[in-house]
Nanobody
Framework: QVQLVESGGGLASAGGSLRLSCAASGRAFSRADMGWFRHAPGKEREFVAAISWSGGATAVAESVKGRFTISRDNVAKKVSLQMNSLNPEDTAVYYC??????????????????WGKGTLVTVSS
């Protein structure tokens, strides 16, 4: 199993930056593909970014490409999402996610085995 706890959310101004962190526990983390999803009011939850278990592959949604960067530290059991050039459309609850089964690509399609409880990001204009 994998337990996930997000942190780093808060209020930012348009054009600003935030860095989200996800602390993981459990033996399966080192072999889990990890990702971030977000759920904005009135919208469906959407994929934001993912990173493979080794860190050798990443994927980001078109809506955040060039602005958001995902990284991981398997020793510290942490996954981070650096968010730059924020805009009000980035306002959402951000969830850390883990996929411990299936191949690379599953998590970006929503194939998630474990979820964190989320952290709220609010971007003011």
């Amino acid at each position: 199993q994998v337990q996930l706890v997000e942190s780093g959310g808060g209020l930012a101004s348009a054009g600003g930056s935030l860095r989200l962190s996800c602390a993981a526990s459990g033996r399966a983390f080192s072999r889990a593909d990890m990702g971030w999803f977000r759920h904005a009011p009135g919208k469906e939850r959407e994929f934001v970014a993912a990173i493979s278990w080794s860190g050798g592959a990443t994927a980001v949604a078109e809506s955040v490409k060039g602005r958001f960067t995902i990284s991981r530290d398997n020793v510290a059991k942490k996954v981070s999402l650096q968010m730059n050039s924020l805009n009000p459309e980035d306002t959402a609850v951000y969830y850390c996610a883990a996929a411990t089964t299936g191949g690379w690509g599953r998590i970006s399609a929503g194939g998630v085995d474990y979820w964190g409880k989320g952290t709220l990001v609010t971007v003011s204009s």
